[in-house]
């Protein structure tokens, strides 16, 4: 892997209609939360165009569950690229690369068709089925925990899940779309269904659970080739028909990979609705007792974990005006000392894996300022912890930080987080996942 610290998604961004050569362009899709971006780059990097579609919050079961309807993002999508197309030609797109949330399973039969609404990434029902998958899988499996997509699986089965049923991730899902074929995925995705990502293999020990490997995708490298666009949907979308669609990845290393980090310590931490954290590594890492594996990137590996903290937090008090109001009065060389861990509702994954863990918020101090700084310490700690732990494990302690994602956008809970860290914290909020999607879809143009 390239050391080079350049940043390969500039700030600054220019619309490709009458200013340079758009032909051979590359597209990233971004599947998140509450949303679908799309990110055009050019052969030499430059950011082209972007978009951005909304998509509805996943649906709360009586039983805990997060679902949503796969068909919401086809729908989304189709939104997305209409909006990108009337500024910038879709004809000039050479290669497809998808992001999407990780762990998000869906179940669908040969034709793509979803046979139950999607489980999304934070959907911990599987308790039952982690400890089916702890009883056999190897402790460095990616595969371990109730939001893993391998306990989902064995969930949709158990629950009734037809026995010819493929499962896919949401990035692998979109792409099947994309290829008219439902049968290959990435290695970073995979690597939560229990994709063995050292060996390079899917596993002996998934028969001991009931998993026909015959039915779990294919795995690819990311930013491989997976085939050119079907030409029916080409028409559909208004994209060329020599488009070629290339393995995805997820989020977090989309994210990652729009930084530009690529040296052993370089460290990414994407405060969105969840906080993730990636550190680049010379050995894998796995420990999931408290939510840490390892996916290959390049000839590296990142490292890391995620927490349900974030941003969905800070949601359910402040919108973004009285989040920019109150963080202007706040002094974040002073520590509050409240001992909160922020979480949006019971269960955490990292640092600590503990899915009956509760939400700690009080005492609530009458002024807000107070009580933002005290969130925001409270998360700070989360990624500091996160870090430690990563080291403890064998992956270096961060070099230096960079951060990705809605709260980057933030001087104060930068501040916080690098008095915290201890190390340099550089906020890059216009480093877009998306924009990693599409250096992925750019190596496949050139594969």
Same mark, same amino acid.
């Given at each position: ?253 989309? @994210?990652? &990979? *729009?930084? /530009?980090? %690529?040296?052993? =310590?370089? $460290? !990414? ?6 906080? #993730? ?22 000839? @590296?590996? &990142? *490292?890391? /974990?995620? %927490?349900?903290? =974030?941003? $969905? !937090? ?6 973004? #005006? ?22 949006? @509702? ?102």
């Amino acid at each position: 892997m390239k050391n080079s610290r350049a940043h390969p998604c500039p700030q600054r961004h220019r619309e490709a209609e009458g200013r340079g050569d758009p032909w051979g362009s590359g597209l990233g899709i971004d599947f998140g939360t509450s949303g679908v971006r799309a990110c055009v780059l050019g052969r030499d990097g430059e950011r082209l165009a972007e978009a951005a579609a909304p998509l509805p919050a996943p649906i709360e079961t009586p039983d805990g569950g997060r679902e949503q309807a796969p068909n919401l993002w086809w729908a989304a999508l189709q939104t997305l690229l209409s909006g990108l197309g009337a500024r910038f030609d879709l004809r000039a797109i050479a290669a497809i690369a998808i992001d999407g949330t990780s762990g998000t399973l869906v179940a669908c039969d040969a034709a793509g068709e979803p046979l139950h609404p999607a489980l999304m990434y934070h959907d911990a029902r599987a308790r039952a089925e982690a400890a089916r998958i702890a009883a056999i899988a190897p402790r460095e499996s990616g595969a371990h925990g109730a939001t893993s997509s391998l306990a989902k699986l064995l969930w949709l089965k158990a629950h009734g899940l037809r026995d010819d049923a493929r499962a896919l991730h949401q990035a692998e899902w979109i792409a099947g779309r994309l290829l008219g074929r439902f049968d290959l995925g990435d290695e970073n995705n995979l690597l939560k269904l229990g994709y063995d990502v050292v060996a390079r293999r899917w596993p002996d020990w998934l028969a001991g659970l009931g998993v026909d490997v015959a039915r779990l995708p294919e795995a690819r490298e990311p930013g491989t080739p997976l085939g050119m666009i079907e030409p029916g949907v080409a028409r559909a979308l208004g994209l060329s028909p020599e488009a070629r669609i290339v393995a995805g990845t997820t989020d977090s290393i989309a @994210a990652t &990979l *729009a930084s /530009g980090s %690529s040296e052993i =310590g370089d $460290a !990414v931490t994407t405060l969105g609705s969840t906080i #993730a954290l990636k550190v680049f590594s010379d050995r894998p890492v796995f420990a999931p007792e408290c939510g840490v594996y390892s996916h290959r990137l390049g000839d @590296a590996w &990142l *490292a890391g /974990g995620a %927490s349900n903290s =974030g941003g $969905a !937090v800070l949601r359910r008090f402040f919108d973004d #005006a009285a989040l920019a109001a109150l963080s202007s009065r706040i002094d974040p060389r002073r520590d509050l000392c409240l001992d909160y861990y922020p979480l949006p @509702a019971p269960g955490e994954r990292f640092p600590v894996a503990d899915p009956s863990m509760q939400p700690r918020l009080t005492p609530r101090p009458h002024d807000d300022a107070r009580f933002l700084q005290g969130l925001l310490e409270g998360m700070a700690r989360i990624e500091r912890d996160g870090y430690r732990r990563l080291a403890e494990l064998g992956a270096p302690y961060p070099a230096r930080v960079l951060s990705m994602g809605g709260g980057a956008r933030n001087p104060a809970w930068t501040a916080i987080r690098q008095r915290l860290l201890g190390v340099s914290v550089e906020s890059m909020p216009e480093a877009l996942p998306a924009c990693g999607a599409a250096r992925l879809a750019l190596k496949g143009v050139s594969a």
